[in-house]
């Protein structure tokens, strides 16, 4: 009974419930199976003898026709779709850019009229036109449909559903054509101010349209990056738009009405494609990890002590996803819509954080992929009124739907009364809709699936979940997950083979040799200092922080006070920055490894900043470390802002590493150089007012410095009599001010070196309290001790002479 049920009975009713719907995917998926059955019927007729002594080919047959016929699964339309979408790719290659479709040689008539009798009409040419640009392999019959997700008001639904269909080859016509092209034309709402989705065709329910319309549009390929189809739904991407630097490349849907708000102000609306456009300022992948991590970092202000970097299996696509999760305060509703908003950030008010711009968790999750869903949960501050909430941010959902604002469908609960309640801001309908919106293109299938998040951390924390990863040229993730099961590296220009292999053989270059492509090696240099009992755990195992200090051999020490401009703003007059200078450990290899570990607030800004480029080996095997609080940090947090105090900084750091490297360079080997400083700085410009040293004695190269006050007052001479001209008294008042200015600095080099005697004195009058005050504690113990000695021996010496008078009585007493 169980095969004619499958093979035939529910096949026939499905069959006759396609010819009454309008939409094209159910009779692909009917027509389908109907030729796939006919061929198995006629194969067992041919091979019927054979097939006989096959004993499990019925079993193999029934599991095989329930797979192509059950819903779940629509096998019968995913072999069509295989099979067609591989037939019109090589068609494409072996004729024309853009062949038609392989159902019909002959054009469907336009609706209403007969083919041939009656000439497109404009409309119909303009989609003519568009569907030529078309990969043949992309459905042309797809109907979007915008939902509303925010209106509360009910008065403006819709009772018909527009529909808009490409005059497509074998393209199935609506029961009503004669109108359709009608109602097209009428029925074009706009998308403003309102959260919208667009739900493909089958999506929820095939049968029943949605309503609540504002826009429709064609399935453009290129707007279309990935569909989230609903379960048993197979869909396609566009392998151009799954590449980052390429995915801002579309078009959204004609710009609508701006209406005027905020009390009849207008106001900027912000397009999809700024998050592409914003994202692209991380260059450099790893430096988007380095941002969420510094968000979990922050929560160690609210008790957080670990943040889990991993790779997730998107069940509902077959792909890799990225989890990044803390276990902090987590985020109520109100720091929910604030994170994923552009521009708010509460942390540019504390003083040991890092982030300013409220910009990092937007940029960082689209530089890494294009969809992001967050689970967060909060406490609340008394620690009764606990919430949690889903946020998703979708690139692919704002691209496929063409809308034209950032709109981020979110759900909110609270806790009451041991049980979590949703938190409705406008009606039930639309919090429905966006639990349908979240489901449909998140990587989870039901809103239990979307709560059972929630149960893996605990009671509070931020679960991160990126999805829709990015891809290279090759079509491979940007991301390599497989080349060590405890780390996440990069493909492409950053990964060098020969790097990797000169990082075995020298181990405390490692960290220069693999931060590139590693992030493992990356993040455990990422910061100078980490927070007690605080973990960073990268797939499943430790990062060991390691400061780059330990790789270094005959270190020297070298404290700098930033040189401010006039027009500089300073907040801390007082700032200075301790350099941290020497040879790497395998500088004796003559390993290229040179560069400076800048640092910002304990967050690495820039690794290895390599500043002097000089010709030949010279300043090779030198790095250094410094905390640099006095810049600040550029949007993207791998440079500095290029100011005034950074070039100046940048211009001492040459000069100490070009120092230090003429001094010490004959210890690892290389042959002695001969540097010429001028008063400890060297031949580099440096800004006149930041030049503190007289000009360079006769013998030694001049500084371009000096180059410049030379050629702007003409050299000195003397007159027929001896006297010093105009020239020479304009040369020696220059030089009297350069000497002020010498004296000046020698001031107050001066000063600071009394500072530190006066400092050294204090600490030596300390220790000499400190010294005195234990001798004399030492000799009231020793006498203490002395007298108690004497007093033992005192009683020793009477107990030894009563002993003896015990001895001598007893002695007589034995005579008598």
Known sequence: MTKPVVMLVYPLYASVVAMETATKVDDEQWLSYWIIYSFLTLTELILQSLLEW???????????????????????????????????????????????????????????????????????????????????????????????????????????????RYNSVGAKRG?????????????????????????????????????NLTHTFPADPCNAFSHMPAAGVSSGRVGSCKQFWKAGDYEGAPGGNWDLSSGGFDHVRVHPKFLHSNATSHKWALGAFAELLDNALDEVATGATYVNVDMLENKKEGNRMLLIEDNGGGMDPEKMRQCMSLGYSAKSKLANTIGQYGNGFKTSTMRLGADVIVFSRCPGKDGKSATQSIGLLSYTFLRSTGKEDIVVPMLDYEKRDLEWSKIVRSSLSDWDKNVKTIIQWSPFSSEEDLLRQFGLMKNCGTRIIIYNLWEDDHGLLELDFDAD???????????????????????????????????????????????????????????????????????????????????????????????????????????????????????????????????????????????????????????????????????????????????????????????????????????????????????????????????????????????????????????????????KALEDEVNIAREKIEEMSKEQENLIEIFTEERDRRDGEEENLRKKLEETSNTIEELLNKIRKLEDSKGSSWRR
């Open 485 to 743: 099961p405890h780390d996440i590296q990069l493909r492409g220009v950053n990964r060098d083979e020969k790097n990797i292999k000169m990082a075995a053989q020298f181990p405390n270059s490692r960290h220069f040799l693999t931060f590139k492509h590693s992030l493992r090696s990356y993040v455990s240099i990422l910061y100078l200092r980490i927070p007690p009992a605080f973990r960073i755990i990268l797939r499943g195992k430790d990062v060991e922080h390691h400061n780059v200090v330990n790789d270094m051999m005959q270190t020297e020490q070298i404290t700098y006070r930033p040189q401010y401009g006039a027009d500089t703003y300073v907040k801390d007059s007082n700032m200075s920055a301790v350099v941290v200078l020497g040879f790497v450990k395998d500088a004796k290899h003559h390993v290229d490894v040179q560069g400076f570990n800048v640092y910002h607030k304990n967050r690495l800004i820039k690794p290895f900043w390599r500043i002097w480029n000089a010709a030949g080996s010279d300043g090779r095997g030198v790095i250094g470390v410094l905390e640099a609080n006095f810049v600040e940090p550029a949007h993207d947090k791998q440079g500095f802002e290029r100011t005034t105090v950074l070039s100046r900084l940048e211009t001492r750091l040459v000069q100490m590493q070009k120092i230090y490297w003429s001094t010490n360079c004959h210890k690892i080997g290389y042959a002695p150089r001969r540097y010429k400083p001028v008063n400890g700085y060297s031949h580099r410009d440096t800004s006149p007012e930041n030049d503190p040293e007289g000009s360079a004695p006769p013998g030694i190269k001049t500084r371009a410095s000096d180059k410049f006050y030379s050629s702007s007052y003409p050299s000195h001479h003397k007159g027929d009599n001896g006297v010093p001209g105009k020239d020479s008294t304009l040369y020696l008042q220059e030089e009297l001010r350069r000497e002020k200015e010498r004296s």
């Open 54 to 164: 096959i004993p499990i080919w019925y079993s193999v047959k029934l599991v095989f026709v329930a797979w192509l016929v059950l819903p779940q699964f629509h096998g019968a339309a995913f072999i069509y779709n295989r099979l067609n979408i591989s037939r019109n790719t090589v068609s494409s290659l072996n004729t024309s850019p853009s062949p038609p479709s392989p159902r019909s040689s002959t054009p469907f008539p336009p609706p209403g009229g007969t083919r041939g009798s009656l000439s497109l009409t404009q409309e119909q040419k303009k989609i003519k036109e568009k569907r030529k640009t078309i990969p043949p392999y992309f459905p042309r019959d797809d109907t979007v449909t915008l939902i509303d997700l925010c209106s509360t008001d009910d008065s403006d639904v819709e009772e018909h559903v527009a529909e808009r």
């Open 175 to 211: 029961r009503d054509t004669s109108s359709a092209w009608d109602r097209e034309n009428v029925k074009r709402g706009t998308v403003e101010n309102e959260l919208a989705v667009v739900l493909p065709p089958g999506g929820f329910d095939q049968s029943v349209p949605p309503v």
